[in-house]
């Protein structure tokens, strides 16, 4: 591999983080082909001093981006990936704080990029999240867009994320989400007032780039593929779309023990966050601890 970028969007949820970061040194450990990777940290404004702590101690070659005014979510991670990109050499991975991946998680990226290179040629982007008990050998095509730890290929990017990126979308992102959808409601099930209604709500970045995915298949297969068997673990049960979420403890050292011991229930997440989708929380598969490198495109 060249050089590439993990970018990592970070704001106010530091245990998250150190749970995250954890896991991802794990995974280098593990298995990494190159040093030529560079995280890229994006620092929220407002971010608390703990975050900026264990993003300075990150034990890997780093760049830290710290925003001095407010840009949100959205504009946050598209921003940087625009700066990404702009040095990365082939793709991008997305990894946010609230995501712990599984430690073949990059022996699977770059087996799956020998592969697609033989097999298929183009493609948008890759999936690590899938069902935990499917098959831990296929990698398929998918239209859904899973924000938690995918690889982003750069063609992708140049050619449908980064001409989005820009005011018209951060300043009216449903309307926009919701007027890129309707541009092509001839060739997927297409539903004006359902479109509407997800476009209020799911309008963040992950909803533009999931719409993106669309288009780019439609306009010159660009396919996207999912892994089946989930390689990362979604832990956040506070956010923006996650209001009742509180971590109890009255400072960083107890809310990282209680953190520990409640990712470990998933019953218990679904009661602090009231997150909406079933498949939030799945635990990742045990099989993959004895995981022998094959990958199949079905």
Aim: charged content about 30%.
């Amino acid at each position: 591999m060249d050089k590439q970028i993990i970018l990592r969007p970070v704001f106010n949820r530091p245990e998250m983080l150190q749970i995250s970061l954890e896991y991802e040194i794990a995974a280098r450990k593990y298995y990494m082909t190159s040093d030529k990777f560079i995280t890229m940290f994006l620092i929220e404004y407002g971010s608390p001093q703990k975050t900026l702590e264990l993003v300075k101690n990150y034990p890997f070659e780093k760049e830290i981006i710290i925003r001095t005014e407010k840009f949100g979510l959205s504009k946050n991670i598209l921003e940087g990936m625009k700066t990404a990109f702009d040095i990365a050499d082939d793709f991008v991975i997305h990894l946010e704080d609230d995501v712990l991946i599984h430690e073949t998680y990059f022996k699977f990226m770059k087996v799956f990029l020998d592969l697609i290179k033989t097999k298929v040629g183009k493609f948008s982007y890759l999936s690590a999240g899938g069902i935990p008990s499917s098959s831990i050998f296929k990698v398929s095509k998918c239209e859904r867009y899973l924000s938690w730890a995918p690889l982003i290929n750069k063609e992708f990017f140049i050619k449908y994320i980064k001409p989005c990126a820009n005011s018209d979308y951060y300043d009216h992102r449903g309307q926009f989400v919701f007027d890129l959808s309707g541009r092509y409601k001839e060739k997927y099930k297409y539903n004006k007032a359902w479109t509407q209604s997800v476009t209020k709500k799911w309008n963040e970045q992950a909803g533009l780039i999931g719409r993106l995915i669309k288009v780019a298949g439609f306009e010159e297969n660009m396919y996207a593929f999912g892994n089946s068997a989930a390689r990362q673990r979604h832990i956040g049960y506070f956010g923006k779309n996650r209001p009742k979420g509180i971590l109890p403890g009255n400072n960083f050292e107890e809310r990282l023990k209680n953190l520990r011991e409640i990712i470990k229930d998933i019953s218990k997440m679904y009661k602090l966050s009231g997150a909406e989708y079933k498949d939030c929380y799945l635990f990742v598969s045990e099989r993959l601890d004895s995981w022998d490198g094959k990958l199949i495109l079905v």
